[in-house]
Structure formats: structure tokens, C-alpha cells
């Protein structure tokens, strides 16, 4: 009996309404482990590489992974994955609250949707009793709007995962909600649910998880839980969660303003955690089984709006959403929050967008005639709240945002294309990579696009230099393998991150949750390299190659100094870029033009995927020697 | 001369190098110094510390440090 795990998992096809429940298969669990490894694979094996992410061919994956419900240090995530309609290849995105655990408690590790439903749907899930009914009482509502209506409905014990009116209308950068305010935010996940035209999970469980070692395992989360009370990082983490983050980002001249028009925002005292916690915070809010409780469930107040409460801002919303678009009060920001939340927007890409297009206006590419009389100056709350229901709506010029960033571009012309800050289509970060040229690298490679939960530098690049390019890239390479392994095993990051829950104490508590008495730290490691190599197999199988050239960021990455603040004059050249580039394939054991090998593909035990490569004229070709190990392990005091 | 308790966990405890317990390090400094002083005169770079408190109060590193008193040091959140 497989331990550790639900034991089942639901194919569901939306077109025909069939409902299929099967065992989980233990080989493919322990060689994949759950979240975005489950995900990887797959979408790799099931989706058609010409299918269209909006099409019925298109998978949308919802997966806990092992730790997810059960008692160990963190067990909160949930991933949500497809084929990205932002970058064409693959895409996850995970959610913390309560919505995984739920679902291992009705027994399921693994929910795959196909197909598009002929009518708005919800997937209803009661333990044994799974059902798609109709959502059209919901259909239009906001996301947190949907989750009370179906708490309401069903019973305030129901987990909800639902979309809003923004994935409803296939707007690329639409996300899923849970928990009031909590989202599988990135790659559009929300949008190819909204696509399938399902509205909501919602999801009950009273089964217990079958563990190996129950006793041994409480043991060792209690031990974990008493050392980690007393950790320093505890109690400012508690107090002001992230949002403490922007002072400091814009201190070291890292933090994007005006759509990444330089990185350093003077007006940012009113945005930072100080503000939010003073002004703006009911509560603080936690997730499934956590004892850091970081959410801030805040209250917002502002004349002529509507009282509305969020969670956050975090801090990459406090960024992408504050100076980047030239906000300075935590109200605004607050507002904005809940306006993408109910909508169903992700901050990041969202803020982004909407930043792209502040600049746009600002420079005359944007009329006003084209934003229906409106405006879209830096800081203007009246300005941002019409242009986004523009998109979500996709009325006049929205319709082109909606489309994402190469849509938008083309359309407004006047090489608009400069100021997407990007990459694969995925609005980058909050944090700038002029002055961090190995946080740039971690965007331009990441799998899903510029993602910062794939890997991030900003110490290291200050700690090596900020105008160093070399030797940066297995430092890369080795972050690319560990941060995203928590989003695989279903484990909140923080945790490793923040408060020292050791790698292996990880590894210790799924040998007690599965039994697997020989599982290894090496063995996560190599399946973090494994759904990496993977996912940009898949990636070029989709898009062709080689896969250098999508691994670009917008020139203003590579043209233009930072003009202002600490970071003034940093400033990286496309010559630098290469030289990363080439290191950071090399450190992969890939071919130059950015194409895994055979040799590392075949060594990760993908020789199906080789082939594959092969066949389509995408394998790397290696010009040196494989390196024994690929990535190196970040010890800051050996640099 | 006086004490100073600095603080910290995370990454920042490999740069401070606790000697007092798992996460506290003693420094001897002179009078007057700021938070800043301090931290560069023990190796470390500002850009690891993102917040310092003294109990529950919030102080930048222009802060001067009485003798005697613990300083918690927090690292940046490392991709919020």
C-alpha cells in the first residue's frame, strides 16, 4: 500500500462529462513525487505539441504532493499546471492554504482535466462522491466572491479553488484563488481552467493519510516545530511577513520602478511593511499546518471605494504593483491587490502589464483616446482600475493586453517591444537584474519564464559583485533545483529559506510519511534535474529551437544603464549575456544553443526524450566533457 | 570598549558565526559605533540584513547600540 499519498486520482474529460477514479501508481509516485514533478510529466506525455493551450488537448493538472496534509514541517502546497498560454510550454504554479490537504483527505493526489466543458462547471468533490455540476449561478463572479458562494452553498468545511471573470474571458495572465486572497498566481494556469469554462474545485475529505511512521514522524516535526519557536527570523517574519522587503530591495537599488525604468523608487516609505502593518492589518493568517502564519489579511479604506480586505500585499505585489507603478501609499497598492485577486489576475504579470502600459501611455504609444477617455498616468488609482477591467473585459485596446505581452507589443508598435519586461512571456519578478546579473540569468533560464522561485541571487550577486559576470551560473543551476524541489514535494520553501528546516530534515519526513527508507537528498536532487531537463525539452518540442534564442530578456535589460538611485550606471551588455549564457549551458551539460544533450538526458534516465529531441533535430550537441556534477551547491563563505 | 549581542538566523548565520549560542555572536566594539560599523567591522555585508530590532522596536542600521544590548539581525527574505 502506497503510504504517504491519497492512493487515487481523477481523470476527468470536460467535453464528454466522464469521471474516471484509478490508484495511484506507486512507481510513478515515488519516480515523481507529486506537485510540479507530477505536472511535468504529465503534460510531456499527454499534450500534443501542437495543441493549443486554450484547446481541448490541453491538461490542467491539480496535484498535492507528498507532504501536502500530512504532519510534517509545512505540508500546505498545492500545484496547479498546463501548458502556459504565456509561454507555450510547460506551466505550474502552486497555492498554499488548505485546498492540497483537502484533497488528500478525500484520498486523491492527482486531478487531470481535458477537454472543455459546453457549459460553465464546477468539479464537486466529497470523498467518494465526485460529480461536475452546473456553475452558471457563479459564472462572472469574482474569485472570492465564487468561494463564499460556494461556501454558502455547500458547506463551510468545502475547500474551494475557483477563477474569475478575468480566466472566464481567457485573459493569458489569469490566475486561481483560494482561501480569500491566496492564488496559483503564474503561467496562466487560471486561464486555461477559466478556458475549459470550470469555475471551481470544490473539495471535502475526512480520510486519513496512511503513514509508515506516524509516531516517528510527529516526533520529529514537534522537535522542528519547539527549535524553529525560538528561531530570530520568527518573529519579524510573524509581524510583517515580506512586505519588509521593498525598504530593503530599494536600499540596494534592485527594486523595479516605473515598469523597470530604473530601481530605485524615492516615494517608497509608504509601501513598505511598516505602513502595511500599521495602518492596513486585521490579522495575520496562516496555512494548512504552518506555525509562521506570514499572511496578512489586511483591510482597505479608501474614499470613494468600496471597504474591501486582502491578503497582502506580499512583497512581489508591493513591487510589481507599488513603484513599478508608481504607487506610494499602502492603500493603493492594498486596492490594487484586491482588484487583481477578484478579478482573478496574478500581481506579478499583472502589475507588470499594466506598468508596460503606464510607459507606453507615458511615452505617447498609448492614446488616450484608446484607453476610452482615460488616462494611464504613474500612481493614479482611477487610471489603473479602468485599464484592467479593459483587459479583463477585453474591450478596445484591452483586448490586446488580454493577449499578453507579443500581442500587445505588435499591436501598440513604436517598438513597444522594449518595454515588456519578460521573459518567455512571463512578466519578470520584483527585483531588477541590471545590478544582479546572476538574477537576471535565473530569469532569462528559468523553465516557466522570469520567475524568481526558480532561483534567487540578489546576495550572491552582491557577495560576488554586482558587475560580475562569471562564474555565477552553477550557483544558478544548483538554486534552479533545490527552491523548486519544494514546490514538487508540496512544502512551503519558507520553511528551508527562512527558518532552517534543514534539506535533509525534508528528506527524513518523507521517509517517515512513505516508507521509502533508501529515498536520498541526491535522489530529490536529481528529479529536480530531471523535471528541469524535461520541461525545456518540452518547451523546445513546442516552440522549436535552438533554445537560446527564447532565453532573451526585453533590450532594456541589455541596453540601458540603471539611471538612478544606488544601482546608477549598472548596466549589462548583450556580450554579457552570452558569456552567462554560455557558462550556464555548459554548467547544465547542454549544447551552446541551449539544447539538453543526450548525455545529461540519457544520464537522468529521459532516453524516450532524447529520441524525441533527436528526431525533431533539438538535441544539444556537447562540445566538452559532461561535467560529473551538474550545479554547485551555494555556500556563501566559499565565494 | 563595550558588548554587543548581534543576533540572527538563516543564511545570515553562516556570515555572523554564533559563539555565544546557536545564533548569537558577542562583539566587543568601542562606543558610539553604529549598526553599519559594526557589521562591516565583523565581515558582513549591509545588503544580508534587511531588518534589525532591539526586542520588539524596529532600528536601522544608522542605530547606535547601547552596551549590553542583543540586536536581532533579519536577512533579506530571499524572493518574496
Not at chain 1, 534592485?254 to 511593511?273: K, L, M, S
Not at chain 2, 549560542?21 to 560599523?37: H, I, K, P, S
Request: glycine share 12%; hydrophobic share 35%.
Amino acid at each position: 500500500m502506497l503510504k504517504g499519498f491519497g492512493g487515487r486520482q481523477l481523470r476527468i474529460n470536460l467535453s464528454t462529462g466522464e469521471i474516471r477514479t484509478s490508484p495511484l501508481d506507486p512507481t510513478f509516485a515515488r519516480k515523481w513525487l507529486g506537485g510540479r514533478g507530477f505536472v511535468a510529466k504529465i503534460l510531456y506525455d499527454e499534450v500534443p505539441r501542437n495543441a493549443d493551450p486554450f484547446g481541448p488537448e490541453n491538461r490542467l493538472v491539480v496535484t498535492p504532493g507528498v507532504f501536502s496534509g500530512n504532519f510534517g514541517p509545512s505540508g500546505s502546497k498545492c500545484s496547479f499546471g498546463a501548458v502556459s498560454p504565456l509561454s507555450n510550454g510547460e506551466g505550474d504554479s502552486t497555492v498554499g492554504g488548505h485546498f492540497g490537504p483537502e484533497l488528500k483527505f478525500a484520498g486523491y493526489d492527482l486531478i487531470v482535466f481535458q477537454g472543455i466543458s459546453p457549459k460553465p462547471v464546477y468539479l464537486f468533490i466529497d470523498d467518494d462522491r465526485v460529480e461536475l455540476r452546473d456553475a452558471s449561478a457563479y459564472w462572472g463572479q469574482g474569485t472570492m466572491e465564487t468561494e463564499a458562494a460556494l461556501k454558502r452553498d455547500l458547506g463551510e468545511d468545502f475547500e474551494i479553488a475557483a477563477v474569475g471573470p478575468a480566466a472566464e474571458n481567457r485573459v493569458v495572465f489569469a490566475c486561481i484563488g483560494h482561501d480569500y486572497g491566496r492564488q496559483a498566481g503564474r503561467c496562466g494556469v487560471g486561464a486555461v481552467m477559466g478556458g475549459k469554462r470550470l469555475k471551481a474545485i470544490a473539495v471535502r475529505g475526512t480520510r486519513s493519510t496512511p503513514l509508515h511512521d506516524l509516531p516517528t514522524l510527529k516526533e520529529l516535526t514537534l522537535r522542528i516545530i519547539k527549535r524553529t519557536a525560538q528561531h530570530p527570523n520568527m518573529a519579524p517574519w510573524q509581524k510583517y511577513g515580506t512586505a519588509m522587503f521593498v525598504g530593503w530591495s530599494n536600499e540596494h537599488g534592485v527594486y523595479p520602478t516605473h515598469n523597470f525604468q530604473t530601481t530605485y523608487f524615492d516615494r517608497y516609505a509608504g509601501i513598505d511593511g511598516g505602513p502595511l502593518v500599521e495602518r492596513i492589518l486585521v490579522t495575520n493568517k496562516a496555512c494548512f499546518g504552518c506555525w509562521m502564519n506570514c499572511g496578512k489579511y489586511s483591510k482597505v479604506q479608501i474614499e470613494g471605494k468600496d471597504t474591501v480586505y486582502v491578503e497582502g500585499p506580499e512583497y512581489e505585489t508591493g513591487s510589481l504593483c507599488g513603484g513599478n507603478c508608481g504607487f506610494d501609499q499602502i492603500e493603493q497598492v492594498a486596492y490594487v491587490n484586491w482588484l487583481c485577486d477578484t478579478v482573478g489576475i496574478d500581481t506579478m504579470t499583472g502589475g507588470n502589464i499594466i506598468a508596460f502600459a503606464m510607459e507606453c501611455y507615458e511615452k505617447g504609444l498609448i492614446t488616450r483616446e484608446q484607453l476610452e477617455g482615460h488616462e494611464l498616468r504613474w500612481g493614479n488609482l482611477e487610471d489603473v482600475e479602468h485599464f484592467i477591467r479593459m483587459v479583463v473585459e477585453r474591450r478596445g485596446i484591452g483586448e490586446y493586453f488580454a493577449r499578453g505581452y507579443q500581442a500587445a507589443a505588435a499591436y501598440i508598435g513604436g517598438g513597444a517591444e522594449r518595454y515588456t519586461c519578460q521573459v518567455k512571456g512571463q512578466g519578470m519578478s520584483g527585483y531588477d537584474g541590471r545590478g544582479a546579473p546572476a538574477m537576471l540569468l535565473a530569469y532569462m533560464t528559468a523553465d516557466i519564464g522570469a520567475h524568481h522561485n526558480r532561483a534567487w541571487t540578489i546576495t550572491m550577486d552582491e557577495d560576488l559583485g554586482k558587475d560580475v559576470i562569471r562564474g555565477k551560473a552553477k550557483v544558478v543551476v544548483h538554486l534552479q533545483h533545490i527552491r523548486p524541489l519544494f514546490d514538487t514535494i508540496s512544502s512551503c520553501r519558507l520553511f528551508w529559506g527562512e527558518i532552517d528546516v534543514t534539506d535533509q530534515e525534508h528528506i527524513d519526513a518523507i521517509k517517515l510519511m512513505t516508507g521509502w527508507d533508501d529515498f536520498t537528498l541526491e535522489e530529490a536532487m536529481r528529479l529536480s534535474e530531471r523535471i528541469w531537463n524535461l520541461n525545456r525539452a518540452h518547451f523546445l518540442e513546442r516552440n522549436g529551437g535552438p533554445g537560446r534564442k527564447f532565453d532573451y530578456p526585453n533590450a532594456r535589460f541589455y541596453e540601458e544603464a540603471v539611471p538612478s538611485g544606488p544601482a546608477k550606471g549598472a548596466r549589462l551588455t548583450l556580450a554579457d549575456l552570452d558569456v552567462m549564457l554560455d557558462e550556464y549551458y555548459a554548467a547544465r551539460g547542454w549544447g551552446l544553443d541551449g539544447n539538453p544533450s543526450r548525455e545529461v538526458l540519457e544520464d537522468l534516465g529521459l532516453e524516450d526524450v532524447a529520441t524525441n529531441l533527436e528526431r525533431a533535430g533539438l538535441l544539444g550537441q556537447l562540445s566538452a566533457p559532461l561535467p560529473p556534477v551538474r550545479g554547485e551547491k551555494y555556500k556563501p563563505k566559499a565565494f | 570598549m563595550m558588548t554587543v549581542y548581534l543576533k540572527g538566523g538563516g543564511l545570515l548565520r553562516e556570515y555572523l558565526q554564533p559563539d555565544v549560542d546557536e545564533y548569537t555572536r558577542r562583539v566587543e566594539v568601542a562606543e558610539g559605533r553604529t549598526l553599519r560599523q559594526i557589521l562591516e567591522a565583523i565581515g558582513i555585508r549591509p545588503v544580508h540584513v534587511a531588518m534589525a530590532f532591539v526586542g520588539n522596536r524596529l532600528v536601522n542600521l544608522a542605530y547606535v547600540p547601547s552596551d549590553g544590548e542583543t540586536i536581532t539581525l533579519r536577512p533579506p527574505v530571499q524572493g518574496g
